[in-house]
């Protein structure tokens, strides 16, 4: 005999009876990406000033930070910012902050270079021309530098903030009950993983793909200008 197999209904009501759940993972989930964003922002600018220095122990020193962040996987180092840490620090760490912190490094790895590809585009002429004119480092950078190289920087940040979010997914490895873990865990509890996992991929692309349009506008804009 041949069993009769029940059609998948997609239930809503348990979407909206566990939503308060959804929002916790959510709130944990952008909280992750502010601080690792925090931290890659300042880290990152240090990294790069370090690198365009013309200090050959700086430029090195940056070259290996970036290098080693950018080759290592984020869950090799996700694993030993939580496990490895307490034991050398004897300091007790929570995983959302380990994992954040951890997050911050990779991401000042990557933004110290798109940091240096974006001043370095700018023509060197302009930048000659700045210091014949005895322009202060201070103005130079203000009213010549940034805002040239802010245009070219803009699509890349923007591309790798999108990325950033995704990949706070890989604290749900060390307990942080961030968007992704809260689904699997609601799913677990009610067997109802299609529901949950169909909502978080949705909330994901609400968040993420206004940031993709926007980082094409930008593109175009800044082609056609």
Same mark, same amino acid.
């Given at each position: ?45 240090? =990294?790069?000033?370090?690198? $365009? ?7 090195? $020193? ?57 001043? +370095? ?39 790798? =903030? ?31 993983? $299609? ?27 800044? +082609? $056609?200008?």
């Amino acid at each position: 005999q041949k069993k009769k197999v029940k059609n998948m209904d997609f239930q809503t009501n348990l979407i909206w009876s566990n939503f308060p759940f959804l929002i916790q993972g959510l709130w944990l989930t952008l909280s992750a990406t502010v601080v690792a964003l925090l931290i890659g922002i300042i880290q990152g600018g240090i =990294f790069c000033y370090l690198k $365009l220095s013309k200090n050959i122990f700086a430029y090195r $020193l940056s070259s290996y930070y970036i290098t080693f962040f950018r080759t290592t996987p984020e869950m090799i180092l996700i694993f030993w910012g939580y496990f490895c840490i307490p034991l050398i620090t004897q300091q007790k760490i929570s995983g959302f902050w380990s994992g954040s912190i951890i997050l911050g490094f990779v991401t000042a790895a990557y933004l110290a270079e798109i940091f240096r590809a974006g001043i +370095e585009a700018i023509p060197k002429g302009q930048i000659e021309a700045s210091f014949s004119l005895s322009i202060p480092i201070i103005p130079r950078w203000r009213f010549i530098i940034l805002p040239q190289a802010l245009k070219l920087m803009v699509p890349p940040l923007v591309n790798y =903030f999108t990325e950033l979010i995704k990949n706070t997914t890989l604290l749900s490895a060390i307990g942080v009950a961030e968007l992704a873990l809260q689904a699997y865990l609601l799913g677990g509890q009610t067997y109802r993983y $299609l529901e949950f996992l169909s909502a978080i991929a949705f909330i994901y692309f609400v968040i993420i793909f206004p940031f993709t349009l926007f980082s094409r506008r930008f593109e175009k804009i800044n +082609e $056609l200008n």
